[in-house]
């Protein structure tokens, strides 16, 4: 029996890597399973640049390399601003750049900003501040996100929330719908760039965010963009991170690939191999494989991505042995769902895709 609980765990993420529906561990995994479409714990630097700024064009290819050589540690959000000449990015979305340069008193470009951590421009980025900002910005926030991208139509929903107690309460979250690469056949403005990463298009809901407060309950998500046919959807990310509105202060974010269905910065317990979930992604019916070592009370319940628990059975006291119990899931719509296995007091948790 216990071989094939190995087998079909096998088979598991080799459904998981051909899907591309990968889950990505806090602080143990840098990126998804078999992909790189999702990549958590990231220092997230906000750039500001134009397309007829010299400076920007002899500065930003040198910050471009620092992040290309340091994926899993930090990552940008390019803010195409209104001077100090043309720049057709800016001219998609005026307004929400303009207030992030309010926001940061920009009064220059090129420029980077890191929340509190004050003004910096492209080219004083290092390699130890990359490693000391990552080692030194707090983790303190789990992402739960599921993306899908039908047609023109993005919708994200999930849910964000602290995993230790913080003092302040004006957290806001920020979801920034990013293109990555932009890439033109001749220079846009007067600088001779061609090439732009991490196009900022459309800050989600708007640039005011959402609220978080102290994140010590999760805050549900659900939002849609209509995504213009100008966009290279193949493209597009999202780039989520955590920002106290009035000190400024920013903690370590995501970067999630459009369409990579599920992204979680929360460790699941399918690393340990007494207990297996399968199939997933599963239309009418899932089975769970598990192992007691010792007599247990077993409890089964399946949450949504807002936390709220729409499958309970309670199994009463189970003797030491091997399981299988089937999950019956034709009811529940189409999304994503934690299933949790409770032996005693111990809790494994599973990522449950329904199509």
């Not at 207030?99 to 220059?108: E, L, N, S």
């Not at 107690?165 to 990013?178: A, E, G, K, Q, R």
């Not at 600088?191 to 005011?208: A, L, T, W, Y």
């Not at 899931?329 to 934690?338: F, K, P, R, T």
Request: proline share 5%.
């Amino acid at each position: 029996m216990y071989s094939d609980m190995l087998k079909k765990f096998t088979s598991f993420f080799i459904c998981l890597f051909l899907l591309a529906t990968a889950a990505v561990f806090n602080q143990s995994t840098a990126t998804a399973q078999g992909t790189d479409s999702v990549i958590t714990n990231l220092v997230v630097f906000e750039h500001f640049t134009n397309a007829s700024c010299g400076p920007c064009a002899s500065q930003n290819p040198m910050f471009t390399s620092l992040l290309n050589n340091n994926p899993y540690k930090a990552t940008s959000i390019k803010y195409h601003v209104s001077w100090p000449g043309f720049d057709p990015m800016y001219n998609v979305n005026t307004t929400e750049p303009t207030a992030r340069v309010g926001y940061y008193g920009v009064q220059g470009v090129p420029a980077v900003r890191l929340g509190s951590f004050g003004n910096m421009s492209p080219i004083s980025v290092t390699q130890n501040q990359v490693n000391q900002y990552h080692n030194s910005l707090v983790d303190a926030w789990n992402y739960n996100f599921q993306t899908t991208l039908d047609g023109d139509q993005l919708q994200i929903v999930g849910q964000v929330a602290a995993n230790r107690t913080l003092s302040l309460t004006d957290h806001i979250l920020h979801i920034v719908l990013v293109e990555d690469q932009v890439r033109y056949a001749s220079p846009p403005g007067s600088n001779g760039e061609k090439d732009f990463e991490s196009v900022m298009r459309k800050m989600i809901p708007n640039v005011q965010g959402t609220a978080l407060g102290l994140g010590d309950t999760p805050t549900p998500l659900n939002y849609s963009y209509t995504v213009p046919a100008t966009f290279n959807k193949d493209s597009l990310y999202i780039i989520v991170f955590v920002q106290a509105n009035a000190t400024k202060i920013i903690y370590k974010g995501a970067k999630i690939k459009v369409g990579a269905a599920i992204a979680s910065s929360v460790a699941e317990l399918s690393k340990q191999p007494a207990s297996v979930l399968y199939p997933n992604p599963a239309v009418d019916a899932a089975f769970i494989d598990y192992e007691l070592t010792n007599a247990a009370e077993v409890t089964l319940q399946i949450k949504n991505v807002l936390g709220q628990t729409v499958l309970k059975e309670t199994k009463g006291k189970q003797a030491a042995g091997t399981y299988q119990e089937t999950l019956d899931i034709s009811a529940l719509n189409s999304g994503l769902y934690l299933v949790e296995l409770q032996m005693n007091n111990q809790i494994q948790t599973h990522r449950l895709v329904k199509p």
